[in-house]
């Protein structure tokens, strides 16, 4: 299905982000830094601010599935804190 409606520049494609956590939460379980199960979210490894345009920003080996506190830690040790599209399901 094609849609005309204008796209948000430099955001996550969602259908296509949203899917894809999902996809990510189902092959892990629970956090893959400390193995927590709840409110698991799918952080990229890579800042998608730099790789807007790349193949990076769904791939697999780029998103890391953690939980809330592995997230945050995960971002303060970028120091660059980016924002993701993040659904904590
Ligand atoms: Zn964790
Ligand atoms: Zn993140």
Redesign the pocket.
């Known amino acids: 299905m094609k849609s005309k409606k204008p796209k948000t520049k430099s955001k996550l494609n969602k259908d296509k982000w949203n899917e894809l956590s999902k996809q990510m939460r189902e092959m892990h379980p629970s ?1 893959e ?2 193995g ?1 199960t709840k409110n698991l979210q799918v952080h990229h490894v890579f800042c998608t601010k730099y790789y807007a345009k790349s193949i990076l920003r769904y791939h697999p080996s780029n998103l890391l599935v ?2 809330p ?2 997230h945050f830690k995960s971002h303060k040790s970028f120091i660059q804190i980016m924002v993701d599209e993040i659904k904590g399901v």
Do not use: N
């Open positions: 956090c830094l400390c927590a953690c939980c506190t592995c």
